[in-house]
């Protein structure tokens, strides 16, 4: 008996932990026109949704997704019609070129003249015409830093991320682009290289750095809690993550190193799935209105691609660099590629190379 | 009739089955032996040989071996304590020990990562008594400290369930005869616990070798285990048909793990018994 009630105890247990791991989905009112909405996990005002579906009497299905390679999975699964997705640039490149996004004539939108211009022409690396996708935050990718041991002059450079002194002071990316990028860009390539021996000649930096004990650990969405922590000196992180860290810690700071580094668009794009492109478009023409704009910048605190977004800002929130980047910064900037599927697996088998070494 | 009832009541059961289990093992067998075209290969599975992936179902394998013998070491005579307890309730002293299972496992790995972390917990309290930190964070000692808090209940419950089975009489019957404590253990304790002792090394070696997330954690990106690999093939990189070769492999070392098992839990019964 007694080895019953535990293994009862024991099966129960185990039941509980895998029916946390996976979460609901929610459903919708099939009352009336929808719009089914995927975008990344706590990417909008939820107040904007609601807005939305008040002004327009459309009911929004909304979906979250965590990684742009989980989104591709779930687009194509294709269980779900999805009507407008919003993901990374090089994922839409990707989904462009194997013709699953709708071209769409997004200069007619009435708000579309609010976008700024800058970022348009940065966003023509992946939609030469602007005629496949509309921008929707961006950011840079750089060097998060403690002010009280680190200056700012050390983190002006790549180099420092070499430097033997930081011993275990150092946190790279856990994520195979992001952690080669300084180390191709310190070689003098750029970070869309894709020639097997410039990328052994980063790997051999990133072995070495590793070898001499410099890096703490590889994170992702533990990095702003570790340098809020002051668990270490400097970290490699994206533009947005370290401005939530710089908010709960006054000693960090944000920096994009002289050589250039990695801008990123998230971007909206409707996909061949989409079963209502009226709607789809009504939906973006809302983002870009400016109090919309100004409703996701507040609750998000990514750079809004938004003009008048920027221009209402506080100064101290204007010139944070990790939030809005200068036009400096983005001029030294380049925007990551879509890598074909050799090149993926090229880039994939390096990483784990690094990682195991 | 009853009979159909018995069978119509097995029907969910047989759909989960096959949903959940057989459906899921034919796609990770056709993307296995399949490359991106859909024709017939071996190298994803060959691709263990590989360098990078030898090292890493190396470590998997000699961090699972290490988890499951502390495991061992630490449950024997933790149950041999509670089997002989002289409290009325001994059901409540297990249910103590069960109690932390009751929260998700990821949770209470993030609490060890806190603890343990540069300035965590454990490392204020040192530096504050003036004692030197420890650093086995994002170390394979962090990785395996994780996996032995997880999966201790899991050798604990077999081994002293099959502690309580033994007799009180078998053993003083024994202590008439003229047995000493080693002897009794040696010749009715430890051979009455080795089917519990299987099955705690099997539920707690299998998990360990597959673990990716305890890794991950309190890894921090250092410690790669095949579990990794096979998460990156499948998340990061969209190597579907690598990530598929490999959970094939590791499906292979787990049956075989299990097998050897069942082999000596044979041999094991058989002297008990006689």
Same mark, same amino acid.
């Given at each position: 008996?007694?080895?019953?009630?535990?293994?009862?105890?024991?099966?129960?247990?185990?039941?509980?932990?895998?029916?946390?791991?996976?979460?609901?989905?929610?459903?919708?009112?099939?009352?009336?026109?929808?719009?089914?909405?995927?975008?990344?996990?706590?990417?909008?005002?939820?107040?904007?949704?609601?807005?939305?579906?008040?002004?327009?009497?459309?009911?929004?299905?909304?979906?979250?997704?965590?990684?742009?390679?989980?989104?591709?999975?779930?687009?194509?699964?294709?269980?779900?019609?999805?009507?407008?997705?919003?993901?990374?640039?090089?994922?839409?490149?990707?989904?462009?070129?194997?013709?699953?996004?709708?071209?769409?004539?997004?200069?007619?939108?009435?708000?579309?003249?609010?976008?700024?211009?800058?970022?348009?022409?940065?966003?023509?690396?992946?939609?030469?015409?602007?005629?496949?996708?509309?921008?929707?935050?961006?950011?840079?990718?750089?060097?998060?830093?403690?002010?009280?041991?680190?200056?700012?002059?050390?983190?002006?450079?790549?180099?420092?991320?070499?430097?033997?002194?930081?011993? @275990?002071?150092? =946190?790279?990316?856990?994520?195979?682009? %992001?952690?080669? #990028?300084? !180390?191709? *860009?310190?070689?003098?390539? $750029?970070?869309?290289?894709?020639?097997?021996?410039?990328?052994?000649?980063?790997?051999?930096?990133?072995?070495?750095?590793? @070898?001499?004990? =410099?890096?703490?650990?590889?994170?992702? %969405?533990?990095? #702003?809690? !570790?340098? *809020?922590?002051?668990?270490? $000196?400097?970290?490699?992180?994206?533009?947005?993550?370290?401005?939530?860290?710089?908010?709960?810690?006054?000693?960090?700071?944000?920096?994009?190193?002289?050589?250039?580094?990695?801008?990123?668009?998230?971007?909206?794009?409707?996909?061949?799935?989409?079963?209502?492109?009226?709607?789809?478009?009504?939906?973006?023409?809302?983002?870009?209105?400016?109090?919309?704009?100004?409703?996701?910048?507040?609750?998000?605190?990514?750079?809004?691609?938004?003009?008048?977004?920027?221009?209402?800002?506080?100064?101290?929130?204007?010139?944070?660099?990790?939030?809005?980047?200068?036009?400096?910064?983005?001029?030294?900037?380049?925007?990551?590629?879509?890598?074909?599927?050799?090149?993926?697996?090229?880039?994939?088998?390096?990483?784990?190379?690094?990682?195991?070494? | 009739?009853?009979?159909?009832?018995?069978?119509?009541?097995?029907?969910?059961?047989?759909?989960?089955?096959?949903?959940?289990?057989?459906?899921?093992?034919?796609?990770?067998?056709?993307?296995?032996?399949?490359?991106?075209?859909?024709?017939?290969?071996?190298?994803?599975?060959?691709?263990?040989?590989?360098?990078?992936?030898?090292?890493?179902?190396?470590?998997?394998?000699?961090?699972?071996?290490?988890?499951?013998?502390?495991?061992?070491?630490?449950?024997?005579?933790?149950?041999?304590?509670?089997?002989?307890?002289?409290?009325?309730?001994?059901?409540?002293?297990?249910?103590?020990?069960?109690?932390?299972?009751?929260?998700?496992?990821?949770?209470?790995?993030?609490?060890?990562?806190?603890?343990?972390?540069?300035?965590?917990?454990?490392?204020?309290?040192?530096?504050?008594?003036?004692?030197?930190?420890?650093?086995?964070?994002?170390?394979?000692?962090?990785?395996?400290?994780?996996?032995?808090?997880?999966?201790?209940?899991?050798?604990?419950?077999?081994?002293?369930?099959?502690?309580?089975?033994?007799?009180?009489?078998?053993?003083?019957?024994?202590?008439?005869?003229?047995?000493?404590?080693?002897?009794?253990?040696?010749?009715?304790?430890?051979?009455?616990?080795?089917?519990?002792?299987?099955?705690?090394?099997?539920?707690?070696?299998?998990?360990?070798?597959?673990?990716?997330?305890?890794?991950?954690?309190?890894?921090?990106?250092?410690?790669?285990?095949?579990?990794?690999?096979?998460?990156?093939?499948?998340?990061?990189?969209?190597?579907?048909?690598?990530?598929?070769?490999?959970?094939?492999?590791?499906?292979?070392?787990?049956?075989?793990?299990?097998?050897?098992?069942?082999?000596?839990?044979?041999?094991?019964?058989?002297?008990?018994?006689?």
């Amino acid at each position: 008996m007694k080895k019953r009630i535990f293994s009862a105890l024991l099966i129960s247990a185990l039941a509980v932990s895998a029916l946390t791991a996976c979460g609901g989905s929610s459903s919708a009112k099939k009352s009336g026109q929808t719009l089914t909405v995927l975008n990344y996990g706590k990417y909008i005002d939820e107040s904007v949704v609601k807005q939305f579906e008040k002004e327009t009497g459309i009911t929004v299905k909304y979906e979250e997704y965590e990684s742009p390679e989980e989104m591709y999975t779930k687009y194509k699964a294709g269980s779900i019609n999805y009507d407008v997705i919003c993901s990374s640039e090089y994922m839409v490149e990707r989904l462009i070129n194997e013709g699953e996004v709708l071209e769409e004539d997004y200069d007619a939108m009435d708000n579309y003249k609010n976008l700024d211009p800058t970022i348009l022409d940065m966003s023509a690396s992946y939609d030469k015409n602007h005629t496949y996708s509309v921008p929707y935050f961006y950011g840079t990718l750089g060097l998060l830093y403690n002010k009280t041991t680190i200056d700012a002059k050390t983190v002006s450079s790549w180099n420092c991320l070499w430097d033997p002194t930081y011993e @275990d002071e150092i =946190i790279m990316e856990n994520s195979v682009r %992001d952690t080669f #990028a300084p !180390a191709l *860009i310190s070689k003098g390539y $750029s970070l869309n290289d894709t020639d097997e021996n410039h990328l052994r000649e980063a790997l051999d930096i990133l072995k070495k750095q590793k @070898d001499d004990k =410099i890096v703490y650990a590889y994170y992702v %969405d533990e990095t #702003a809690d !570790a340098m *809020i922590g002051e668990e270490a $000196s400097i970290a490699l992180c994206y533009s947005g993550e370290a401005a939530l860290a710089m908010a709960e810690n006054d000693n960090l700071d944000y920096s994009v190193p002289k050589e250039g580094s990695n801008l990123w668009i998230d971007s909206w794009f409707i996909p061949k799935s989409c079963t209502n492109q009226t709607n789809a478009l009504k939906f973006l023409n809302f983002l870009c209105k400016d109090d919309i704009a100004e409703k996701n910048f507040e609750y998000v605190q990514y750079a809004s691609p938004i003009t008048s977004v920027v221009e209402n800002q506080d100064a101290d929130v204007k010139n944070n660099e990790a939030i809005n980047p200068s036009s400096d910064t983005i001029k030294r900037c380049e925007i990551y590629k879509a890598l074909s599927d050799d090149d993926s697996a090229k880039y994939t088998k390096l990483w784990q190379e690094l990682l195991s070494y | 009739m009853r009979k159909f009832k018995q069978q119509f009541l097995a029907g969910p059961y047989l759909i989960w089955i096959i949903g959940f289990i057989l459906l899921p093992l034919i796609m990770i067998l056709y993307y296995a032996f399949t490359n991106g075209d859909g024709s017939f290969t071996l190298s994803y599975i060959t691709a263990i040989a590989d360098e990078t992936n030898r090292k890493a179902m190396g470590l998997s394998l000699r961090l699972g071996i290490i988890c499951t013998i502390v495991c061992l070491v630490l449950s024997y005579p933790l149950a041999m304590i509670l089997n002989n307890m002289k409290i009325k309730n001994q059901g409540l002293v297990v249910f103590i020990f069960m109690l932390p299972m009751w929260m998700n496992f990821m949770l209470r790995i993030l609490a060890w990562k806190l603890l343990l972390s540069k300035n965590g917990v454990i490392n204020s309290i040192l530096t504050g008594f003036g004692l030197s930190r420890i650093n086995i964070i994002n170390t394979p000692t962090a990785v395996v400290l994780g996996m032995v808090y997880d999966f201790l209940p899991f050798m604990l419950l077999p081994i002293y369930n099959s502690m309580t089975r033994i007799r009180k009489d078998w053993i003083e019957a024994a202590r008439d005869l003229g047995a000493g404590n080693v002897t009794i253990f040696l010749k009715i304790i430890l051979p009455l616990t080795v089917s519990g002792i299987i099955s705690g090394i099997v539920m707690v070696f299998v998990p360990s070798l597959t673990s990716f997330a305890i890794s991950q954690v309190l890894g921090g990106g250092h410690v790669l285990l095949i579990g990794n690999v096979i998460e990156q093939d499948f998340m990061q990189g969209m190597q579907w048909n690598a990530g598929s070769g490999l959970s094939f492999v590791l499906m292979i070392f787990v049956i075989a793990s299990m097998t050897i098992v069942n082999i000596f839990d044979k041999e094991g019964e058989g002297t008990s018994i006689c």
